[in-house]
């Protein structure tokens, strides 16, 4: 480490430098030392923007400040690192993060601005559009404001009939039907759970797309709808994360 200190130091033009920035970082990452770590891959991004490594240097240095409690400086970069790289494959664990931080912090209108503003930003990037609006949808919800929340999905819903081909993540699905039963509209999770097992063959899916439709009748008091939905749950998954609440599910079935 004092080696690759020394040379960064030294040879801060070298065309190795960037990847030494990036692993010093790693190996305070690594250790838990987030300060440290947020200090080598600030460095990265600021002066080495051109890297290889930006992306990934870019989250870590986000997720660092998260775990060194500098919540505003973690929310400025991850919201940088979504504004520049929103088609990342950490674009969805990145949008999460921003979320738990204004809901750990219970700081929902906050929240919401900031998920209003970057649903509109990124309207037309349907990898991660399900997970924005669902996020905006569940803080609404928390506050209180239950008609914008139901709002808020009815909108997502009209906006993704345009995107067919792309399925919304697990997170997003389940929080988009779980909002509408919320929200007492149990018949609207219905068919929104039930397009989802019609239109994409994805194992995730379909066992959140059971269990939520599952609730969704049980919110109906469709008992047998419900029972049905839970058993083959439990058939086709009996040892993934759903099943065991399947079970309790048909237990409140009777």
């Known amino acids: 480490l004092a080696y690759f200190k020394k040379f960064i130091e030294n040879y801060p033009e070298n065309k190795l430098a960037p990847a030494t920035a ?36 870019s989250y870590r240095l986000g997720i660092s400040y998260l775990y060194s409690a500098k919540r505003e400086e973690a929310l400025n970069e991850l919201k940088v690192f979504l504004n520049k790289n929103p088609t990342s494959p950490l674009a969805v664990e990145v949008i999460n993060s921003i979320y738990n931080i204004y809901l750990n912090q219970k700081k929902y209108r906050e929240g919401i601005a900031t998920f209003e503003e970057l649903a509109k930003k990124h309207s037309q990037q349907k990898a991660i559009l399900a997970e924005l609006y669902s996020c905006l949808a569940n803080l609404y919800l928390i506050s209180g ?41 149990g018949s609207e999770a219905i068919k929104f759970y039930s397009d989802i097992l ?18 969704a009748y049980l919110k109906l008091k469709s008992w047998q709808d419900a029972t049905g939905d839970f058993s083959e749950l439990i058939f086709k998954y009996p040892n993934t994360k759903y099943a065991s609440r399947a079970k309790l599910g048909i237990a409140n079935s009777y």
């Open 198 to 215: 019609a239109r994409y063959k994805d194992d995730t899916l379909t066992e959140v797309s059971l269990f939520g439709r599952g609730q």
């Open 145 to 185: 404001d239950s008609p914008r929340a139901t709002k808020t999905v009815q909108e997502l819903l009209s906006a993704y009939n345009d995107f067919s081909d792309t399925p919304p993540p697990e997170n997003a699905a389940y929080t988009i039907g779980q909002i509408l039963v919320e929200a007492n509209n």
């Open 22 to 57: 990036y692993e010093i970082g790693n190996i305070y990452f690594n250790n838990r030392q987030y300060s440290q770590a947020a200090e080598y891959y600030k460095q990265l991004v600021e002066k080495y923007p051109q890297s290889e490594t930006i992306e990934i240097a």
